[in-house]
């Protein structure tokens, strides 16, 4: 699968981005320009996301080969790879299963463990929006306060309404294949042999995706990790702190 990406930088050791469930790569662009003064910088759609294509197929295994392709495409040599939530599994599901090809990973507020169902609520309202008869963007957000208070989280699940050629509102995200596969999101991931790999964990202090329990299973797969918390932040930690996130990243890095 080509997934789409945005490219940012022109020298420097290459860094991949991989956002999470509802996401796409335009929510990292203000970090992605930050990061390209020292760094080239790739921004990417996972499958069923943005701009690339969908497909029936949506787990972690698939998920892995599409950022092994695009990394064999790119003649990408020894990228750090850095993902969010479901990215993050993502890049931790790739360097397990093509080892050596990393040469850090940083994933933020996710650990390899199963997370149950938590987002039926979410995709419920998403499903409710009628897109024949929506006349703005407004409305659909009038719409989905019954679904999620939170103004900001509301704002990010509806960047992915787009008009498309026929001016109609339109989905970037398959909604229907990730309903359909979103236990699929909270599986644990397959681990043969632990990685090698350093590593960082960032961390949302207010957040409940990492507990203090989860570390030990983090240490058996990934020994060489490093665990940054960042205060004030819950699981959208980039969002939520921007400077101290992209301190800690930056340090890292």
Do not use: C
């Amino acid at each position: 699968m080509k997934l789409f990406y945005r490219a940012l930088g022109e020298s420097g050791s290459p860094v991949i981005i991989l956002h999470g469930i509802f996401g796409t790569s335009d929510n990292w662009l203000g970090f992605g320009k930050a990061i390209s003064e020292n760094h080239r910088v790739f921004l990417v759609d996972q499958r069923n996301h943005g701009q690339s294509p969908w497909d029936d197929a949506f787990n972690y295994q698939v998920m892995a080969e599409d950022l092994l392709e695009f990394i064999q495409d790119h003649q990408l040599e020894n990228p750090i790879l850095i993902g969010h939530s479901m990215g993050g599994k993502v890049v931790m599901q790739f360097d397990l299963t093509h080892p050596g090809i990393a040469s850090r990973i940083v994933v933020v507020d996710i650990a390899p463990k199963f997370y149950p169902v938590h987002h039926t609520h979410i995709l419920g309202g998403l499903n409710s929006i009628d897109l024949t008869t929506l006349e703005s963007r407004q409305a659909a957000n009038e719409h989905m306060k019954r679904f999620e208070e939170k103004e900001g989280v509301r704002q990010f699940l509806l960047k992915n309404l787009y008009r498309n050629s026929e001016q109609q509102f339109a989905w970037r995200i398959n909604l229907k294949v990730i309903t359909k596969n979103i236990d699929v999101v909270g599986h644990e991931l397959w681990v043969k042999n632990a990685s090698e790999t350093e590593a960082l964990f960032i961390k949302g202090a207010d957040s409940h995706y990492i507990q203090p329990e989860d570390e030990r299973y983090i240490a058996e797969i990934f020994p060489n990790f490093e665990l940054v918390e960042i205060p004030g932040a819950g699981h959208w930690v980039q969002a939520d702190q921007p400077e101290l996130f992209l301190q800690a990243l930056q340090s890292y890095l």
